[in-house]
């Protein structure tokens, strides 16, 4: 077990799939722990739950991502009920399927704020609470370095800039100590991608491991990078994908 007792957390995204995965994992690992949600109120207080079922304080917060001013009040109010924060995960992202050609501008739009300015937002509002042995954690997605059907270019492209954020980031933040990091998963068995879904069978052909991830295994990942045994790693890229772009 990583100790990260003492540490205060804020994970974006954390009512469900890989988002709520990171909570548990954060707090069964001994961190107090915030996270937004957009809409699902009743998975958000079941994920709060399950982080004080493990005797770690919980704070859900109700935030559009999309919202610049949601995101500096979610930040605000995490650092009121936590006395401070530690450790950002970037969690929260959504994903439009289509083609370049069919492009809608609005949701090409609605993406990009999500996927692209949320974590931008969200880093520039925490930085200044973090100290020395900070964490910055974004989750990107496999998709960022390989596209390997067509219909999600735009998805892609969100999950791709993730990279230089991460990468730029890094150089900001190190001579504070603050670490910056990626992890790219592949196909994770959540409600937006079922292992039994209509494109899983595909979707596992293209892995080593012929099998989906599980939301648990990416957040290992998190708290690995979270710890003080991480403590060297920065500006680098973890992919949790099965072999998908291997």
Do not use: C
């Amino acid at each position: 077990m990583i100790d990260l007792s003492g540490k205060r957390a804020l994970v974006t995204g954390g009512s469900r799939g890989i988002g709520a995965a990171i909570v548990e994992a954060l707090a069964e690992n001994g961190a107090d722990v915030a996270f937004t949600y957009q809409s699902s109120s009743e998975k958000a207080s079941a994920v709060a739950r399950s982080v004080e079922s493990r005797g770690r304080r919980a704070v859900a917060i109700q935030a559009d991502s999309a919202d610049p001013q949601a995101i500096a009040r979610a930040v605000e109010d995490a650092v009121a009920a936590l006395g401070g924060l530690d450790i950002l995960v970037n969690s929260a992202a959504i994903g439009h399927s289509g083609n370049i050609a069919d492009l809608n501008l609005d949701e090409y739009q609605t993406l990009m704020d999500v996927n692209v300015r949320a974590p931008v937002l969200f880093a520039k509002a925490v930085i200044p609470h973090l100290g020395n042995g900070g964490r910055i954690i974004t989750i990107g997605s496999a998709l960022g370095e390989r596209v390997p059907f067509p219909g999600i270019t735009p998805y892609a492209m969100s999950k791709a800039a993730l990279t230089s954020f991460t990468r730029g980031l890094s150089r900001e933040l190190g001579p504070s100590g603050i670490t910056v990091n990626l992890v790219q998963p592949g196909a994770t068995d959540t409600d937006a991608n079922p292992a039994d879904g209509t494109a899983a069978d595909f979707q596992r052909s293209l892995t080593s491991l012929g099998r989906y991830g599980e939301p648990k295994e990416i957040a290992n990942a998190v708290v690995f990078l979270a710890s003080s045994a991480a403590s060297v790693i920065t500006g680098a890229t973890v992919t949790a994908d099965g072999g998908a772009i291997a």
